[in-house]
């Protein structure tokens, strides 16, 4: 499910594939955009193991990005969540395309995952009870900003 806040403030909600959806859309009409991309590998889901390699994911990744880049306003701000696993990749293929201002870290609430069925002295590393959101903008988002507010 997509949704689309118009200038109008009037919602527009369209059931579809995201890229097929926005492929649709003009150039430069989104102002916001929170995407909850596949994690890869994490659920055993066919949506989450659709690429062979990492490689493969965040090859999809980039071609996705490259969709957002072309509809995110000029001054328009993009939220994309990934796993803990991924992070760091999917951030750098972000960076590539984006202006990256901060890397969020949302903490799950406790009894919300897997977490507490394993014996914690069993694992190799902590379990990810935390989620990673990356904040972006387009490149040169400060002056556009700056010029339609007025100020100096």
């Known amino acids: 499910m997509t949704t689309l806040l118009d200038a109008d403030a009037r919602h527009h909600v369209s059931c579809a594939r995201s890229d097929d959806f926005i492929a649709s ?8 955009a929170i ?13 989450d193991n659709a690429w062979p ?5 965040l090859a999809w990744v980039g071609a996705q990005a490259d969709m957002w ?3 995110l306003a000029p001054n328009g701000s993009l939220y994309v969540f990934a ?3 991924m992070a760091w990749s999917v951030e750098g293929v972000i960076r590539d395309r984006f202006e990256v201002l901060s890397n969020i ?16 002295e069993d694992l190799r590393a902590p379990f990810p009870a935390s989620e990673t959101i990356i904040m972006a903008e387009q490149r040169g988002s400060d002056e556009i900003a700056m ?3 007025g100020y100096a």
């Open 83 to 85: 796993s803990p696993q």
């Open 69 to 71: 880049r072309r509809v």
């Open 35 to 47: 995407l909850d991309i596949p994690y890869f590998g994490v659920k055993d889901e066919d949506w």
């Open 147 to 149: 010029g339609a507010a």
């Open 25 to 32: 859309l003009p150039d430069g009409c989104v102002n916001l």
């Open 53 to 57: 390699s990492a490689a493969a994911f």
């Open 105 to 120: 870290r949302w903490a799950k609430p406790p009894h919300s995952t897997k977490a507490e069925m394993f014996v914690k």
